[in-house]
Nanobody, 123 residues
Framework: QLHIGESGGGLVQPGGSLRLSCATT????????IGWFRQAPGKAREGILC???????YYGDSIEGRFTASRDIAKNTVYLQIQSLKPEDTAVYYC?????????????????WGQGTQVTVSS
């Protein structure tokens, strides 16, 4: 099983920002595409974006520009930055590793999942 896990979630006020971290291994960064996903209560898990092993970022459908990704190879970590948070962003956020040929955050293409981190946007 590939080591991968999220951190950085919490309670945030509307309009605030948050950076989530996805810690994994150098092997994963070199050989997999890392995707970010979220699942709101009562809804299906949806793809936000993914970062290929060369660092390019690909976005899911209907994802606003409030979401961006970056990585720190020295720390084996991929980040998800969320700006201008809204109550509807409340969800469990997951990162996952998928086939390196994946250029879209399709849930079905990712096989190694973290445990998720809760993000709650509320005043």
């Amino acid at each position: 099983q590939l080591h991968i896990g999220e951190s950085g979630g919490g309670l945030v006020q509307p309009g605030g920002s948050l950076r989530l971290s996805c810690a994994t291994t150098r092997f994963a960064l070199d050989h997999y595409t890392i995707g970010w996903f979220r699942q709101a209560p009562g809804k299906a898990r949806e793809g936000i974006l993914c970062m290929s092993n060369d660092g390019r970022v690909y976005y899911g459908d209907s994802i606003e520009g409030r979401f961006t990704a970056s990585r720190d190879i020295a720390k084996n970590t991929v980040y998800l930055q969320i700006q201008s948070l809204k109550p509807e962003d409340t969800a469990v956020y997951y990162c996952a590793a998928g086939d390196s040929r994946s250029y879209y955050p399709d849930v079905d293409e990712y096989v190694h999942w973290g445990q998720g981190t809760q993000v709650t946007v509320s005043s």
